[in-house]
Nanobody, 121 residues
Framework: EVQLVASGGGLVQPGGSLRLSCTASGFRFSATTMAWVRQAPGKGLEWVSFITNGGHRTAYAESVEGRFTISRNNAENTLFLQMNNLKPDDTAIYYC??????????????RGQGTQVTVSS
């Protein structure tokens, strides 16, 4: 059974930082391109970033480019998202998932347990 559990969210002031983690099990993590997606209140899912299985290629949504960094530790089956210079618009539930494309709709199923990020003063 595929399990994806995100953690590390919380309440942070604008301009602050958070580091999200996602532990994966039930599949061959080291052979899988992974992604982060998010869902803001009242909105649909938005793809945020992906990283290839070996970590050699990454990509980011324009809204987070230059502020977020995705990484992974294949030895520990863990995915990370370092988020800097956070903005109120980053407020959302963040999920990790196997990469299935750049459309948030692709992640309606298959994403794991999310973690809430709230950016507010």
């Amino acid at each position: 059974e595929v399990q994806l559990v995100a953690s590390g969210g919380g309440l942070v002031q604008p301009g602050g930082s958070l580091r999200l983690s996602c532990t994966a099990s039930g599949f061959r993590f080291s052979a899988t391109t992974m992604a982060w997606v998010r869902q803001a209140p009242g909105k649909g899912l938005e793809w945020v970033s992906f990283i290839t299985n070996g970590g050699h290629r990454t990509a980011y949504a324009e809204s987070v480019e230059g502020r977020f960094t995705i990484s992974r530790n294949n030895a520990e089956n863990t995915l990370f998202l370092q988020m800097n210079n956070l903005k109120p618009d980053d407020t959302a539930i963040y999920y990790c998932a196997k990469y299935v494309g750049l459309s948030g709709r692709n992640y309606d199923s298959g994403r794991g347990q999310g973690t809430q990020v709230t950016v507010s003063s």
